[in-house]
């Protein structure tokens, strides 16, 4: 089992920052890779970005260029850098953990308890 914890959300007006951190601890051989998710109001839950234990990145292509995902390996920490912060960010932040075989996600997800982002116009 893998115990994600997020943290870092808050309310914010437009074109302001934020940065998210989601610690992960317990069986952290299970994953390999980690992912901001965000769901808004009456929507699907989607993907924000992912990060492998490789660093390599991937972004939606509505926070390219403002937002950023790092990781910690020895901390078993991912982070999300929001800048330029738009009302359309409104939404839950759930980070995500689980593991790549290649280019497969295979295995069990993790999911942290989520933590809101609200942004003022």
């Known amino acids: 089992q893998v115990h994600m914890v997020e943290s870092g959300g808050g309310l914010v007006q437009a074109g302001g920052s934020l940065r998210l951190s989601c610690s992960a601890s317990?069986?952290?051989?299970?994953?390999?890779?980690m992912a901001w998710y965000r769901q808004a109001p009456g929507k699907q839950r989607e993907l924000v970005a992912s990060i492998t234990i490789g660093a390599a990145t991937n972004y939606a292509d509505s926070v390219k260029g403002r937002f950023t995902i790092s990781r910690d390996n020895a901390k078993n920490t991912v982070y999300l850098q929001m800048n330029s912060l738009k009302p359309e960010d409104t939404a839950v932040y759930y980070c995500?953990?689980?593991?790549?075989?290649?280019?497969?996600?295979?295995?069990?997800?993790?999911w942290g308890q989520g933590t809101q982002v609200t942004v003022s116009s």
């Open positions: 995500n953990g689980y593991k790549l075989f290649g280019s497969l996600r295979i295995g069990h997800d993790y």
């Open positions: 317990g069986s952290i051989s299970s994953i390999n890779a």
